[in-house]
């Protein structure tokens, strides 16, 4: 079998250590900055950064309306911490004007952590990810705070009292609300690649 394409949103974020993570996990990878480049990919990467502005980036380069479509469309994607935001259907604390592209059935929480813990790292189990706990990185992160019945909660960690879902899925949708691009652990892009070799 080929190789799946997977192309990494390349608006703002850590799009070469996503590629170089797709690309060790048996994937082609490419950079998604334009319309016509997003009709070439069979999947997506989303990195973190600010969620409102790779919305606002989004509209800009006239990707918004073909990223719903593709997601709506069952197009596999990868979310990871403001790519996490970008997938959910319903954004807690956003900017007023602040859109999402949608297709995850969740309520997100942005900065969710609080100020004291703004970044902040622990080791997570991880349904599904074998080989032991991964190193979770997480940056001005969000946590999902409520999940429709199609999500899965494949890890999740203690705060503010409450069990708060770091990893989800739903369907061929993955997000994470931290940054395994920057550990050097492949273990949830190889998940993500094998999702969409399934898909
Ligand atoms: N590391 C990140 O992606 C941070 C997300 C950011 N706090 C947002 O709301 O978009």
Redesign the pocket.
């Known amino acids: 079998m080929t190789a799946p394409v997977i192309g990494v949103l390349g608006l703002q974020?850590d799009v070469r250590e996503h590629r170089a993570a797709l690309e060790s996990s048996g994937a082609t990878s490419t950079v998604v900055r334009r319309p016509e480049e997003l009709a070439q990919v069979d999947a997506l990467v989303i990195?973190?950064?600010?969620?409102?502005?790779?919305d606002m980036l989004t509209r800009v380069v006239g990707l918004r309306d073909p990223l719903r479509s593709r997601i709506a469309g069952g197009m596999p994607v990868y979310g990871?911490?403001?790519?996490?935001?970008l997938l959910a259907d319903r954004v807690l604390?956003?900017h007023p004007d602040q859109q999402t592209l949608a297709g995850l059935d969740v309520t997100v929480r942005?900065?969710a952590f609080g100020r004291q813990v703004d970044s902040h790292e622990g080791d997570l189990e991880v349904r599904g990810v074998g080989g032991g706990p991964v190193r979770a990185v997480?940056?001005?992160?969000?946590w999902v705070e409520e999940w429709g019945d199609g999500v899965e909660v494949l890890a999740a960690v203690e705060a503010k009292g409450e069990s708060r879902p770091v990893v989800v899925r739903q369907g061929a949708l993955l997000a994470t609300s931290f940054?395994p691009e920057v550990t050097g652990d492949h273990r949830l892009h190889r998940l993500f690649v094998g999702m969409v070799t399934a898909a």
């Open positions: 974020g990195p973190g950064g600010e969620s409102t502005t790779i990871s911490c403001a790519g996490m935001i604390d956003g942005r900065n997480f940056i001005r992160a969000p940054h």
